[in-house]
Every structure is written in structure tokens, then in C-alpha cells.
């Protein structure tokens, strides 16, 4: 008799188990879901197709190469070198130089850089960062007329 009794106590049970069983497919069936989602709407990166020079209708100038080297001085500080020479490979003097250099990060970082001239084609910055790693530092040149923009990365210790 307890024979009797004792099955159909256990088979009221398995719903149990099987329910555990069945939220977790229903829970990865929805994950599934949710990534070829996020894989048919997800578009890329979008960048600026156009520089700043040609934004503005000035052709780019390229008949200048620059050379820029970072000297770290201390902690999350240091002096960055520009060499610009122009086509002929004669140093090149400038109209205008502006740069900034940005880092992205969860708060992206954009900070102004102050060249100040030392010698012919040759420019001097100090420079001191919120952070370390690499920093793209971003050259905008303004030559006869011509407007060309240049990045360059440096690696900065902690």
C-alpha cells in the first residue's frame, strides 16, 4: 500500500526541476534574442568623413611631414618636440599651428597644447596629462593658405 501512495507523491514533484529547466531555456532563448538584436541595429562607429581643411573648402596641404617625439619628464608630465619640414625637406615655417591632445576614455579628454617656437620648423610644448596611456595628439597646420591636420600618438608612463 505505501508502495501505492508513494509514487504518485513523487511524480507530483517533477514539475519542479522542469520548471527550473524551462526558465533558464526561456532565459537564454531571450539573451539570443537580445544579441542578434544588438548585431541587425548595431551601425558601427561613426566618424567625421570630412576633415576640418576641407570642411572649410581649403584644399589639404600635403607637401609638409612632421616629426613629433615625446620626452616624458616626470609623472604624467613631459616636453613634446615638433619638427615640421616641407616638401623640399627644408624646415617649414607655419601661419598657424594649433593642437590639442585627446584621449578617450569613459570621460573623453581633450586638452589644448601650446606650441611655442624653437628654432626654424621646430616647436616645443611642455605637457602635463590627467592620465596615462596613449594620447593622440592631433596637429592642425595652416600653410600658404592651405589648411592640413596630422595625428600622432605618444605613450605616456604613470
Same mark, same amino acid.
Given at each position: 500500500?505505501?508502495?501505492?501512495?508513494?509514487?504518485?507523491?513523487?511524480?507530483?514533484?517533477?514539475?519542479?526541476?522542469?520548471?527550473?529547466?524551462?526558465?533558464?531555456?526561456?532565459?537564454?532563448?531571450?539573451?539570443?534574442?537580445?544579441?542578434?538584436?544588438?548585431?541587425?541595429?548595431?551601425?558601427?562607429?561613426?566618424?567625421?568623413?570630412?576633415?576640418?581643411?576641407?570642411?572649410?573648402?581649403?584644399?589639404?596641404?600635403?607637401?609638409?611631414?612632421?616629426?613629433?617625439?615625446?620626452?616624458?619628464?616626470?609623472?604624467?608630465?613631459?616636453?613634446?618636440?615638433?619638427?615640421?619640414?616641407?616638401?623640399?625637406?627644408?624646415?617649414?615655417?607655419?601661419?598657424?599651428?594649433?593642437? $590639442?591632445?585627446?584621449? $578617450?576614455?569613459?570621460?573623453?579628454?581633450?586638452?589644448?597644447?601650446?606650441?611655442?617656437?624653437?628654432?626654424?620648423?621646430?616647436?616645443?610644448?611642455?605637457?602635463?596629462?590627467?592620465?596615462?596611456?596613449?594620447?593622440?595628439?592631433?596637429?592642425?597646420? $595652416?600653410?600658404?593658405?592651405?589648411?592640413?591636420?596630422?595625428?600622432?600618438?605618444?605613450?605616456?608612463?604613470?
Amino acid at each position: 500500500m505505501s508502495r501505492g501512495s508513494a509514487a504518485p507523491g513523487a511524480r507530483r514533484d517533477l514539475w519542479i526541476p522542469a520548471g527550473f529547466v524551462l526558465f533558464f531555456v526561456a532565459l537564454a532563448g531571450l539573451q539570443l534574442w537580445f544579441v542578434l538584436l544588438a548585431n541587425r541595429t548595431f551601425t558601427g562607429l561613426v566618424t567625421d568623413p570630412r576633415p576640418a581643411a576641407q570642411a572649410h573648402g581649403t584644399p589639404a596641404a600635403t607637401d609638409w611631414s612632421a616629426r613629433l617625439s615625446f620626452a616624458q619628464t616626470g609623472t604624467l608630465a613631459g616636453r613634446l618636440a615638433l619638427a615640421l619640414v616641407g616638401a623640399d625637406g627644408a624646415p617649414l615655417a607655419v601661419d598657424r599651428l594649433t593642437a $590639442t591632445a585627446e584621449r $578617450t576614455t569613459r570621460f573623453p579628454q581633450l586638452l589644448p597644447i601650446d606650441f611655442t617656437p624653437a628654432g626654424p620648423g621646430r616647436y616645443e610644448a611642455s605637457l602635463r596629462l590627467p592620465l596615462a596611456g596613449d594620447w593622440a595628439i592631433r596637429l592642425q597646420v $595652416t600653410h600658404a593658405g592651405r589648411t592640413s591636420e596630422r595625428i600622432e600618438t605618444v605613450e605616456v608612463a604613470p
